[in-house]
């Protein structure tokens, strides 16, 4: 009778400890080594993936012009600044003569006196050969006086050796004359190096151009060789871009690449790579490219910004592709954790590429339609329980 | 026969049942702390497992790379390849430092890491969410507790980094999260100074009249550029083929190349031993005192249970009720609470411990020697009371 | 005398030694015939308690004899080994409080002793029951005692000491925080109970309402007895009368 009859206090009590140990036995089951993993799974499929080779480069110009003097000098005047677009030709700046002009004056004098020189030469030819065809037709007329015998041989000797004596002189006249000319020449050409020079103390814009930097002032001293003026070609922009040599296989020129700026972050803009640079660095183990942009971004970025590049290397041949978070090193080996209805097998893999998005070419070791393990909520063993989790949409297990 | 203990306890069940919850919210501290002194010796063994690596090559005569800072050039592991039995090596940096999140700083061990792909030595061992570091730059994989999302922006010192993959118990033996990046990256980060810095060096260098000749115009670019070039890592992590010893391979790397390297069980001894041994010795101190007094509150309250059936125990005694039977009650009682207690205690520690900032390792162990621990507490506080409760004179109930 | 009842002879109780020696109990002597209900009346301090405890084998008397019944418990030493059990089936206890256990439920209160010496539970409570119907308080069986108001908290107490038929019943003030009415319905009820189960009972009391009830009364004094006739009224009229 007492037992069947229902107890309130004992039915209370039953309320807080029947669930209290369901609780207890839950908690027991569900954390520590006795719980199991939650786990996603993926299907394996044959894909072809186009890995993307990242790398960071700089904006740079291809060609810099660097706009100095010769000789060493002081600045006499710079008629450009930073920024200013310059024209093939354009007088940028000067450098100061000093005493070039005085130099050129003297030389100029120098061209007058030398040619002054040519004319008393002839003149001197001119005397010389006047006195070769007196004494020749002297030598001519005692010649046949001796033959006459009208003269004495000695005389004859005598008008023959004035008519060689002429002769001498007038070839000497004639050297002169050479000589004269050859100091005009070279007294000429003296002027025209000086002019020359006068010339290159003008700094002048080899093409067409953007003044990019300005390295020394009106009123410095500069040896020869400083740069003073530096400018680019502003339509010839390319971004030098290193890669690094674990990824880049598969990269070579005309490939296309999409550009980032760094102040730009959200914008890409399209690009193509132009060349792989024969010199890698050693040191950093990169590989050196250039991008060119397909067009130039407007307005042109500042040289010298930092720029990621991603190049779409080609194609690979459709093979079994897992999604990289699959991959484990487990004892040394390379693999995935392979579903086997509710088992768990480690199943060694060879892989290949990647792409961007993480996924990783598997050349051997699985086929496609095997189950894998993508996210884990803790590392798995092989004797690991594991519950699998229906992937949210956005592909994590939190 | 009823049972004596089972109806004392219905008669007052809610106290008891408040008491039993009392004693188990004692219990889960106590059984938390455990936790949390496990908690803490996991982080040191779980930062020396998830590096994936058999051997640590690092500065010589140092205990780095994460009991002392460690440098070596970062060309050195083409060398260290080049040994007997080495599989894998790969450079890795560490720098425990403040990185900005969302709006705020999160104290996080910024990892560099080659991104040669998972399974590298130093890459983390799983993901929970997104995909391993794919060797584009100013990415990174976090531990979540980090509290990033996918997609989130990262900023350590100048660059920002977009989080693509998620991992769990990746930390680092002061539990701050790790973070994982490309190595050049962490170089820059670890190497380089900031921009400030940066400019006061570059001025100090141009006011240097021997880098600032006039005569040698290219010299103080050459200088200022070869200031800022970082070829440091903090350690070079080995991963040996499958047969070689590694103490053996260790000590032909530390002859040849002159660089300490440290086995697994060497890394144990240095973190566990060394690092986390001040702070693991003085948690387990305090779990000493606190076992200690939950010990002693236990047999409190026990006694004091019984003490309060003073009367109720003489009126029994006295009207026959056999010793055997009264301590039986008293014994079943003390019993029953200390089971209530350890479960409450059990369900409590495990779930408050996901709040709590590090981790809490609750082992089965430890919950298996806690519920024997409060049992035996409860038997012996019981046996005191019994013994009290039986020395009663059954003529108190009899009034002088 | 033969049977059951209770006989003492020359009892005493000492305690302390030296400077504290006291002499509780002289020399008592005293006959209680089984169905009846007799007094022990006498000032506190007088050995009423020591008496008592001695009669219940709660305390061991320094000499004489006692005897329960047929059986000789005490002759200079206790003559039974198990003083538990004696006290368990052989005496009644009923106090001035009900002291009855609070956990249990008034049947189960009454019920224990027996199931305490064995008896299976079902049959230890109906004889609780059929006790409870004597002492009209088997309606509130299954009420806790707290429930219950003093008087049927004391008829409970009355229960339980009847419950496993003891010869004797020792009963120690047992209406002292009674009022007049609810005491002489107790004292009706242990004078039915006697007369019932051929029980002896002592009554240690001074409580003036219900001293003519009893026929025979014990004074005691100092450490001894000496025996009174009592008026022996129905404590049934005196409550009449007393309504009146």
């Not at chain 2, 306890?9 to 938390?32: A, N, P, Q």
Request: positive net charge.
């Amino acid at each position: 009778m007492k037992f069947k009859a229902i107890n309130k206090k004992m039915l209370r009590l039953l309320a807080v400890l029947v669930p209290l140990l369901l609780l207890f036995f839950y908690v027991a089951l569900r954390s520590g080594p006795l719980a199991s993993v939650p786990v996603t799974v993926v299907a394996v499929e044959k894909r072809a993936i186009t890995p993307v080779l990242s790398g960071i480069g700089t904006l740079e110009a291809r060609y810099t012009y660097r706009i100095g003097s010769v000789s060493s000098g002081r600045v006499k005047q710079l008629s450009v600044d930073v920024g200013d677009l310059v024209k093939a030709g354009q007088v940028v700046g000067e450098i100061d003569p000093v005493d070039l002009d005085e130099h050129l004056g003297a030389q100029r004098s120098a061209i007058k006196r030398a040619e002054a020189g040519i004319l008393s030469a002839e003149a001197q030819l001119r005397d010389a050969k006047a006195k070769q065809a007196f004494t020749a037709s002297q030598e001519k007329r005692y010649r046949s006086l001796l033959q006459a015998s009208a003269v004495s041989a000695e005389l004859m000797e005598t008008k023959h050796q004035e008519a060689e004596a002429a002769s001498a002189v007038a070839s000497g006249a004639q050297a002169g004359i050479n000589a004269a000319r050859q100091e005009l020449a070279s007294v000429k050409a003296g002027y025209q190096g000086m002019v020359k020079q006068r010339h290159n103390l003008l700094l002048v814009a080899p093409t067409d151009g953007l003044v990019t930097s300005r390295d020394a002032e009106p009123g410095n001293t500069v040896l020869a060789g400083q740069t003073v003026i530096e400018m680019i070609d502003p339509q010839s922009l390319w971004v030098a871009v290193r890669f690094d040599q674990l990824q880049s296989g598969g990269l070579k020129a005309a490939l296309p690449a999409e550009v980032r700026l760094r102040s730009q972050s959200g914008k890409s803009f399209a690009a193509a790579v132009l060349r792989i640079e024969p010199l890698a660095d050693r040191v950093t183990e990169e590989t050196l490219a250039k991008v060119v942009f397909t067009v130039l971004p407007e307005p042109l970025p500042p040289v010298g910004e930092l720029c990621e590049v991603s190049v779409q290397l080609s194609l690979l041949q459709s093979v079994a592709v897992v999604p990289n978070a699959c991959v484990h090193r487990v004892d040394g080996q390379l693999g995935v954790w392979v579903v086997d209805g509710s088992a768990l097998r480690f199943a060694p893999v060879r892989i290949g590429a990647t792409d961007q998005a993480g996924n990783i070419q598997v050349l051997e070791g699985l086929k496609s339609g095997d189950r894998v393990v993508v996210y884990s909520k803790s590392a798995l063993h092989a004797g690991s329980r594991i519950t699998i989790i229906r992937n949210n949409g956005k592909g994590t297990l939190l | 026969m009823i049972s004596l203990a089972g109806r004392d306890i219905l008669h007052g069940w809610v106290r008891f049942l408040m008491t039993g919850f009392g004693l188990g919210l004692l219990i889960g501290v106590t059984l938390s702390m455990a936790g949390i002194y496990r908690g803490m010796v996991d982080d040191a063994n779980v930062l020396i497992d998830n590096s994936g690596a058999d051997l640590w090559v690092v500065q010589q005569g140092t205990l780095g790379p994460y009991a002392e800072p460690s440098s070596l050039y970062d060309d050195s592991y083409r060398s260290i390849l080049g040994m007997a039995g080495v599989a894998r090596a790969a450079n890795v940096t560490y720098l425990t430092m403040q990185v900005r999140h969302g709006g705020g700083d999160v104290r996080a061990m910024v990892v560099g890491v080659v991104p040669g792909g998972p399974g590298e030595p130093g890459q983390p061992g799983f993901l929970v969410a997104g995909r391993h570091l794919t060797g584009g730059r100013y990415e990174a994989v976090a531990d979540v507790k980090a509290g990033c999302a996918l997609g989130d922006t990262i900023i350590i010192r100048r660059n920002r980094f977009r989080v693509v993959g998620l991992t769990r118990r990746m930390v680092s033996s002061g539990g701050d999260p790790m973070l994982f990046i490309p190595l050049k990256d962490a170089q820059e980060a670890q190497f380089l100074k900031d921009n400030d810095m940066l400019l006061q060096q570059r001025r100090r260098t141009a006011l240097n009249p021997l880098f600032n000749r006039p005569g040698v115009p290219g010299l103080l670019d050459a200088v200022i550029a070869s200031q800022t070039t970082s070829v440091f890592v903090n350690a070079v992590l080995v991963q040996l083929k499958p047969g070689y010893c590694p103490e053996a391979v260790a000590k032909d790397i530390q002859r040849w190349q002159r660089l300490q390297v440290y086995t697994q069980s060497q890394m144990r001894t240095i973190l566990v031993d060394k690092l986390i041994a001040t702070s693991a010795k003085q948690i387990g101190m305090f779990l000493v005192i606190l076992s200690i007094v939950s010990a002693a509150i236990v047999a409190f309250i026990i006694y004091t249970m019984t003490m309060a059936k003073i009367r109720e125990i003489a009126v029994l005694k006295l009207i026959g009720t056999r010793n055997r039977v009264i301590a039986s009650m008293i014994l079943q009682q003390a019993v029953g609470l200390g089971a209530i207690g350890f479960v409450v205690g059990k369900i409590a520690a495990t779930l408050w411990s996901p709040f709590f900032p590090r981790y809490v390792l609750l082992e089965p162990g430890d919950a298996i020697r806690g519920f024997i621990i409060v049992m035996v507490i409860s038997v012996l506080a019981s046996i005191l009371a019994i013994t009290a409760a039986l020395k009663v004179d059954p003529a108190e109930a009899i009034g002088g | 005398m033969s049977g059951n009842g209770i006989v003492i002879e020359g009892l005493q109780k000492r305690y302390g030694s030296g400077d504290t020696l006291v002499d509780a109990l002289k020399g008592v002597d005293m006959q209680v015939a089984p169905a009846e209900v007799v007094g022990l009346v006498g000032p506190s301090g007088s050995g009423k308690s020591t008496l008592l405890k001695c009669l219940g084998a709660v305390i061991e008397p320094s000499a004489g004899r006692m005897r329960l019944g047929e059986q000789i418990i005490y002759d200079g030493g206790w003559k039974i080994r198990d003083l538990r059990a004696l006290r368990r089936d052989k005496i009644g206890f009923v106090f001035q409080a009900p002291y009855l256990i609070p956990f249990l439920d008034v049947v189960d209160n009454v019920a224990l002793l027996p199931m305490l010496a064995g008896e299976r539970n079902g049959a230890a409570r109906k004889r609780a029951m059929e006790l409870l119907e004597a002492l009209d308080v088997a309606h509130r069986a299954k009420a806790m005692p707290a429930q219950l108001s003093g008087g049927e908290q004391q008829r409970v107490a009355i229960a339980r000491a009847l419950v496993n038929h003891p010869p004797v019943i020792l009963a120690d003030e047992p209406t002292a925080p009674l009022d007049s009415q609810r005491a002489l319905a107790v004292i009706a009820i242990l004078n039915d109970m006697a007369r019932q189960y051929e029980t002896a009972i002592i009554i240690v009391t001074h409580d003036e309402k219900i001293i003519p009830t009893f026929k025979r009364i014990y004074h005691i004094r100092d450490g001894r007895t000496h025996e009174e006739a009592g008026e022996g009224k129905s404590p049934r009229e005196l409550i009449k009368t007393d309504k009146a």
